[in-house]
């Protein structure tokens, strides 16, 4: 079975800073990965996803994602942050074959005036 | 761009009643699902659907549920006799037919038992 784990519950940053969301996560197959962003009172919007090639992915609201392999991680960065950028993000894995998308607590990120 | 629906935005049901949950998938999508998030936990699946069955289901989804296609458009969920702890968001999701394309997210159902 899959698993995902995104140790920072919060991060607060201040604004046009960079930040670092990590993911990490677990499985005996090779996975596809995702990044969602939820804003308040919203749904899951996806922000980028990973499916093969390239390690770098690239997304929404100037935000990237790096597939690490050997470390199992999959984090997501922006060099410089917004205030519109407050919100959960969720790290997301889902396993070649299988349809559930498992997905991590969520990271709280706070951007500071 | 278009985008899942869902209605109600929030529906409250007293314990042990019935209730359906409503969601519009993107239209030439085939693979439709159901998640659920409890207040403060994580996002779980519930259930998949293709070809007007379902393809896969988590230990969440007992008896208690079902899911149905009643038309071309609609997807629905119904929980048959609510308990305090189906109070939750609910969230349905589509994708088109390769194994690979991501899921697209309606903004979600609040479900509160009283």
């Known amino acids: 079975a899959q698993s995902v784990t995104q140790l920072d519950s919060q991060v607060p940053v201040f604004e046009e800073a960079p930040v670092e969301l990590r993911c990490n996560y677990s499985?005996?197959?090779?996975?596809?990965l995702f990044w969602y962003v939820q804003y308040p009172n919203q749904g899951l919007q996806l922000l980028l996803k990973?499916?093969?090639?390239?390690?770098l992915v690239k997304g929404i609201n100037g935000f990237e994602a790096e597939f690490n392999k050997s470390q199992t991680s999959f984090h997501l960065r922006k060099p410089s942050v917004h205030i519109s950028d407050t919100a959960e993000y969720f790290c997301?894995?889902?396993?070649?074959?299988?349809?559930?998308?498992?997905f991590g607590t969520g990271t709280r990120l706070t951007i500071i005036p | 761009e278009p985008e899942v629906t869902q209605t109600p935005s929030h529906q409250v049901t007293q314990m042990g009643q019935e209730v359906i949950l409503r969601c519009v998938p993107i239209?030439?999508?085939?693979?439709f699902y159901w998640y659920r998030q409890i207040l403060g936990q994580k996002v779980e699946f519930l259930v998949s659907?293709?070809?007007?069955?379902?393809?896969?289901k988590s230990e969440i989804f007992d008896d208690q549920f079902s899911v149905e296609r009643p038309d071309g458009s609609n997807f629905t969920l119904k929980i048959r006799s609510t308990k305090l702890e189906d109070s939750a968001m609910y969230f349905c999701?589509?994708?088109?037919?390769?194994?690979?394309?991501?899921?697209?997210f309606g903004d979600g159902t609040r479900l509160s038992i009283l």
């Open positions: 239209s030439n999508h085939l693979y």
């Open positions: 999701a589509s994708s088109e037919g390769q194994a690979n394309q991501p899921q697209h």
């Open positions: 659907f293709y070809n007007n069955e379902i393809s896969e």
């Open positions: 997301a894995v889902r396993n070649f074959g299988n349809e559930k998308l498992t």
């Open positions: 990973y499916l093969s090639g390239s390690t």
């Open positions: 499985s005996s197959v090779s996975v596809y």
